[in-house]
């Protein structure tokens, strides 16, 4: 009986996130790494003769896009800086807390959730994608399947803005 409890959680969570008015559309994209292990050391591949600490370490990687989600900022709203033309926020902080929930149906064999260092596209104009990254996952029920929630850092070194076209 208690099982069932995370699991309806789960369910009411991903309704809202998929049909919330604050939701953004996002684009999912996971790193994938190219180069073939050179060898290994203690079951971990190296990169030439060192040990690989971390994917980030790999200097030949692709993002695969995942696909289509939404995104719902689920923590407080923080007080930020006007920008100069007084038209927008700059979000100063860096780290955000939100619900990630792919718009494909879970029964599909396309769907999927999202990991540590998979990066989100917010969608907020057709010129404007800014880049975030998964950099933790929060779990508020100590019962599985837990349920999650995402702590996402603002990757600018990824966002894409494409305005200012002649």
């Known amino acids: 009986m208690l099982h069932s409890v995370p699991t309806q959680i789960n369910k009411a969570a991903r309704s809202v996130t998929l049909r919330h008015p604050n939701g953004i559309p996002c684009h999912a994209f996971r790193q994938r790494l190219l180069r ?48 100069d033309r007084g038209d927008a926020l700059d979000n100063a902080e860096p780290q955000i807390l939100a619900l990630i929930e792919a718009t494909i149906p879970v029964e599909d064999h396309a ?48 966002t894409h803005i494409e305005g200012f076209k002649e």
Not at 65 to 80: M, P, W
């Open 36 to 83: 073939q292990a050179d060898g290994s050391m203690g079951g971990m591949p190296t990169l030439g003769g060192l040990g690989v600490l971390d994917s980030s370490d790999e200097p030949d990687v692709e993002w695969e896009l995942l696909g289509d989600a939404k995104l719902l900022i689920v923590e407080n709203f923080q007080a930020s800086t006007v920008v």
């Open 111 to 158: 769907h999927f959730t999202a990991k540590t260092k998979d990066v989100l596209y917010m969608l907020l104009h057709a010129d404007v994608k800014i880049a975030y990254e998964v950099v933790a996952i929060d779990g508020s029920i100590n019962i599985a399947p837990y349920s999650r929630r995402y702590i996402l850092q603002k990757r600018d070194d990824l």
